[in-house]
């Protein structure tokens, strides 16, 4: 308890500063940042670029960046009614327009990516209540916009079979071990689950980034950043959860964003190329291991570690874990190095039953990675990094 209590403090006095130790507050993160007096949540904040290092400057970026939010909210979600409405009831766009410029012909476009994004994250990390609870700022209560995602789905008739479409044929991409449950509760008339918000700050984010198209897999990147910043025990930056998630969110999605662009898998920045330096680390740490895996079983790292990079290992472990590991992955000043360390430290810590393996028990291990010791893998991840850097 004392060495958590001296952490705790060695936070707050960095945080407190007028201008915050960039290296040192790197440091303290990449170990962990404690979970407690929103400490975490600032921390991400900064370390994702959104809070700048010269905390005077807080107040007026935050308000300034919390009312772009409001109004990238009312210019995205557009509701071709409100146009009718502001008209008088007059038909002034028609549903089965052929025009380029029609708002339904938007209005029908957005509701393709829409659909996608709400069956993704009505199944945000269904083994806790946090993302089915009602959140205390819905927005539909705010006067953000009239009408919420959800009664838009539900009023919608959109094929479902387009839904869950995994890119590069590799159907496991959003397979996961957390258990989903049916059926979800619909809550009451100016309720908004906090999966409601979630869906929200993706759709707002895929009609600002229209080069980011929104895939599969997005909500996992984006749930555990708006669970910590929605659990910030201040009530003032719970009410700004959205906003300041989807900035950041949106900082790192720039970071990571070509790991979700097919056309850029074989290049260098793509998935092709990080995958190609996990199986070097790999090699240059475990030769023997490495060559059962890419000779005498003829494993493809695309068949495991695709789902590992692109996710971030959000999906191999439970979300209190995931948060910690998030906290060395945002504290890498070369980020995200230490993503593959760990990754390597995965294959590595469960190298007497793959060496003993086939292609089947092989694949089983590494898709549904079993339960570990967080910390001795952390760990792990930091010697090899330490010995192999990249």
Same mark, same amino acid.
């Given at each position: ?52 290092? %010269? ?36 038909? !002034? %766009? ?23 994004? %709400? ?71 100016? +309720? ?62 720039? +970071? ?75 504290? %890498? ?15 590595? !810590? ?41």
């Amino acid at each position: 308890m004392d060495r958590f209590n001296t952490r705790v403090a060695e936070f707050k006095d960095l945080l407190s500063a007028d201008v915050i130790d960039r290296a040192k507050l790197h440091k303290l993160c990449f170990e962990g940042c404690p979970d407690t007096d929103g400490i975490r949540a600032t921390c991400w904040k900064l370390l994702l670029g959104y809070l700048p290092w %010269d905390t005077r400057q807080w107040n007026t970026e935050l308000a300034k960046k919390r009312e772009t939010y409001q109004q990238l909210m009312t210019e995205v979600i557009f509701n071709p009614h409100d146009t009718e409405e502001a008209s008088g009831g007059e038909i !002034v %766009d028609h549903p089965l327009s052929l025009d380029s410029d029609s708002g339904w012909g938007r209005f029908f476009e957005d509701n393709t990516t829409l659909l996608q994004i %709400d069956h993704d994250t009505r199944r945000l990390y269904p083994d806790i209540s946090f993302f089915q609870m009602p959140t205390l700022h819905p927005q539909t209560s705010s006067g953000a916009n009239k009408d919420s995602l959800r009664k838009r789905v539900e009023r919608s008739c959109l094929p479902s079979q387009k839904v869950g479409t995994a890119r590069n044929g590799i159907k496991n991409f959003s397979t996961t071990s957390k258990p989903e449950r049916q059926p979800y509760v619909t809550l009451k008339d100016g +309720e908004e689950a906090h999966w409601e918000v979630a869906e929200r700050i993706l759709f707002v984010h895929a009609k600002t980034y229209p080069g980011i198209d929104y895939v599969q897999g997005m909500n996992e990147i984006l749930g555990p950043i708006y669970y910590v910043f929605s659990s910030h025990p201040d009530p003032t930056w719970q009410k700004y959860a959205e906003a300041d998630t989807f900035f950041c969110f949106a900082s790192l999605m720039t +970071e990571i964003g070509d790991s979700f662009t097919q056309s850029l898998d074989q290049c260098k920045a793509g998935i092709s190329g990080q995958l190609q330096k996990m199986m070097t680390l790999l090699k240059s740490k475990d030769p023997a291991l490495y060559k059962h895996l890419t000779v005498t079983v003829k494993m493809d790292p695309m068949f495991f570690a695709f789902r590992w990079t692109t996710l971030l290992l959000s999906q191999e472990f439970l979300l209190p874990e995931v948060i910690r590991l998030w906290d060395s992955f945002f504290a %890498d000043e070369k980020r995200f190095a230490f993503l593959l360390h760990m990754c390597c430290a995965m294959m590595i !810590v469960l190298r007497d039953q793959l060496l003993e393996g086939d292609f089947s028990t092989c694949m089983k291990l590494l898709q549904h990675f079993p339960s570990y010791d967080i910390q001795r893998l952390i760990q792990k991840g930091q010697d090899i990094g330490r010995f192999h850097p990249f």
